[in-house]
């Protein structure tokens, strides 16, 4: 079956490390998303990739880093310069602009804590 | 920038009763979409229902439909029988046509459907 997978489940980061969370997608779509979702709160754009080696910053880029060298992967690296890291990740992807009716479809999820 | 309101942090309705979920978005486009999402315990993104703006004609997906007032910028999810299963979190997004693309959520309303 097609969709995308986020590992792990459950991260715990210490201060000064980095951590990086995986998304992957056998859907073949060109667009990927990280949001963050805090509790109370809508999800909020961290980073999107709309082709392969190509990326843009969101709404809350700082203390995040991303690559996407292959259409399937578009992993988020949470840097120790993210100093509130704890919250929950959801990643998401979209067919391309060719297909601009159809909607995103979201991972699982990662839940990221600060031990 | 476009933003969206949802007002009711929280509502609970019995089995089997109708619920009406509130939305209110701000924007100057004219082309763009509109979607519920729903977020059970699991925490996993479930795509409710979704509006293209340039349809006048409200959505309906088996017991859930949208009540979209394009000039009021209103777009709200009415869920009828409501089913115990129904017990999640809806986020209503907006998604801009072309450009990145990119999901901006409300907070959230937190439903809970009682036996």
């Known amino acids: 079956d097609g969709g995308i997978t986020q590992s792990p489940k459950y991260l715990f980061r210490k201060e000064g490390q980095n951590v990086t969370l995986s998304c992957e997608q056998n859907l073949n779509h060109d667009a990927m998303y990280w949001y963050r979702q805090d509790p109370g709160q809508g999800l909020r754009l961290i980073y999107y990739s709309q082709i392969v080696n190509d990326f843009q910053k969101g709404d809350i880029a700082e203390g995040y880093s991303v690559s996407r060298e292959k259409k399937e992967s578009f992993p988020l690296t949470v840097t120790s310069a993210q100093k509130n890291p704890t919250a929950f990740y959801l990643c998401?992807?979209?067919?391309?602009?060719?297909?601009?009716?159809?909607?995103?479809?979201f991972g699982d999820g990662t839940r990221l804590s600060i031990l | 920038a476009q933003t969206v309101t949802q007002s009711q942090p929280e509502m609970s309705v019995q089995e089997a009763e109708t619920v009406t979920l509130s939305c209110t978005y701000d924007?100057?486009?004219?082309?763009?979409?509109l979607f519920w999402y729903k977020q059970p315990p699991s925490r996993q993104m479930i795509l409710v229902i979704r509006?293209?703006?340039?349809?006048?004609q409200n959505a309906t997906e088996n017991r859930f439909s949208v009540n979209f007032q394009k000039a009021a910028k209103s777009f709200s999810l009415k869920i009828s029988d409501s089913q115990l299963g129904d017990t999640a979190m809806y986020f209503c997004?907006?998604?801009?046509?072309?450009?990145?693309?990119?999901?901006?959520f409300g907070k959230g309303t937190k439903l809970t459907v009682n036996p």
């Open positions: 998401a992807s979209r067919p391309g602009h060719m297909d601009s009716n159809q909607p995103q479809h």
């Open positions: 509006q293209e703006a340039y349809k006048q």
């Open positions: 997004a907006y998604r801009t046509q072309g450009g990145s693309e990119k999901l901006v």
């Open positions: 924007t100057s486009e004219s082309n763009y979409y």
